[in-house]
């Protein structure tokens, strides 16, 4: 078992959910907070293998010239930064 500290904004909203009956401790707020963010980086992980998947098809069918690949990295990082 791990002790962890909260403070400041981390806190209020444990106390907030608590309170509120969404959950009955901090140990559930914890408990389902990693949990979705265990499931939203493999939601991540699995897009970035579709797109990668997807971007490797595109490229053996010439539809990627080499010219634009850098154009196409910057779409990407900012595709992914505003998701």
């Known amino acids: 078992m791990k002790t962890v500290e909260v403070r400041g904004e981390g ?3 444990i106390d907030r ?3 509120s009956g969404i959950c009955k401790d901090a140990g ?3 408990r389902i907070s990693l949990r979705l963010l265990d499931d939203t980086r493999e939601e991540k992980l699995e897009r970035l293998r579709e797109d990668i998947s997807a971007g490797v098809v595109a490229a053996k069918e010439g539809q990627v010239a080499p010219s ?3 154009e196409a990295k910057k779409q990407y990082r900012e595709q992914r930064a505003s998701s």
Do not use: T
Request: charged share 25%.
């Open 11 to 13: 806190e209020a909203v």
């Open 17 to 19: 959910l608590i309170s």
């Open 28 to 30: 559930k707020v914890v």
């Open 68 to 70: 634009n690949v850098e």
